[in-house]
């Protein structure tokens, strides 16, 4: 008999709040995604300032610190310093850039984070007078592929990768970057699938309405 334990950790919702009220169903998936999406983001963080200590002591006086500062500038909408003002793909590229001598993990995940809002069009949580355009959406997704290969492939000025991250050493597979930003590769998709599905469907409801409307009408019985 197999006695292993097969309790692996239960979903949990959050409780119900006024914000809510305000919201369809599209407008509470897109909110627990970018949620989610900075969640990931910022437990990257943490990862990539481990194998990569000497970028936080760039700026910071502690790694900790440094992450606060990094997420504060991410949630208030704040430029981040080391990036010269640039916002979007821009912060993206110039924090990817072989000769940028800042601290790379606080730019790569400000820039990243960055990107992603601007795609949700400005926004981390979503109310009925927002839309989407899923087209972004998608587009935020192959930018995150696009910047995880650059970041594991690309050299910097003396020759090394731009981070460490994954490793696949003699002592063993360590895969955890590459399943973290897949996740968030995942999420940006289901919601870009989601945005189209749900216009889509309105067309078949209207439809679905029409006919219904002419044709599954209850008969007088007497």
């Given at each position: 008999?197999?006695?292993a334990?097969?309790?692996?950790?239960?979903?949990?919702?959050?409780?119900?709040?006024?914000?809510?009220?305000?919201?369809?169903?599209?407008?509470?998936?897109?909110?627990?995604?970018m949620?989610?999406?900075?969640?990931?983001?910022?437990?990257?963080?943490?990862?990539?300032?481990?194998?990569?200590?000497?970028?936080?002591?760039?700026?910071?006086?502690?790694?900790?610190?440094?992450?606060?500062?990094?997420?504060?500038?991410?949630?208030?909408?704040?430029?981040?310093?080391?990036?010269?003002?640039?916002?979007?793909?821009?912060?993206?590229?110039?924090?990817?850039?072989?000769?940028?001598?800042?601290?790379?993990?606080?730019?790569?995940?400000?820039?990243?984070?960055?990107?992603?809002?601007?795609?949700?069009?400005?926004?981390?949580?979503?109310?009925?007078?927002?839309?989407?355009?899923?087209?972004h959406?998608?587009?935020?997704?192959?930018?995150?592929?696009?910047?995880?290969?650059?970041?594991?492939?690309?050299?910097?000025?003396?020759?090394?990768?731009?981070?460490?991250?994954?490793?696949?050493?003699?002592?063993?597979?360590?895969?955890?970057?590459?399943?973290?930003?897949?996740?968030?590769?995942?999420?940006?998709?289901?919601?870009?699938?989601?945005?189209?599905?749900?216009?889509?469907?309105?067309?078949?409801?209207?439809?679905?309405?029409?006919?219904?409307?002419?044709?599954?009408?209850?008969?007088?019985?007497?």
């Amino acid at each position: 008999m197999d006695t292993a334990s097969t309790k692996h950790g239960e979903v949990k919702g959050a409780s119900i709040s006024g914000r809510e009220m305000g919201q369809s169903d599209t407008n509470r998936i897109a909110t627990l995604g970018m949620q989610s999406n900075l969640d990931s983001l910022y437990l990257l963080m943490a990862k990539l300032y481990r194998r990569n200590p000497a970028e936080w002591k760039k700026t910071a006086a502690s790694r900790d610190e440094s992450i606060k500062r990094v997420r504060d500038a991410i949630e208030q909408r704040q430029p981040w310093p080391g990036l010269q003002g640039q916002r979007d793909i821009r912060a993206l590229s110039l924090a990817l850039a072989p000769e940028f001598s800042g601290d790379r993990v606080a730019a790569f995940i400000y820039a990243s984070a960055d990107m992603i809002i601007t795609a949700h069009d400005g926004k981390t949580e979503f109310f009925l007078v927002d839309g989407l355009d899923a087209q972004h959406v998608y587009n935020a997704a192959r930018n995150i592929e696009i910047a995880v290969w650059l970041l594991g492939n690309r050299r910097n000025t003396e020759g090394k990768v731009l981070l460490l991250s994954d490793d696949m050493g003699e002592a063993g597979r360590n895969l955890s970057f590459e399943r973290e930003f897949g996740k968030i590769v995942g999420r940006l998709d289901l919601l870009a699938a989601f945005v189209t599905e749900k216009y889509r469907r309105a067309g078949i409801n209207y439809v679905q309405n029409m006919i219904g409307g002419s044709f599954l009408q209850f008969l007088p019985v007497r």
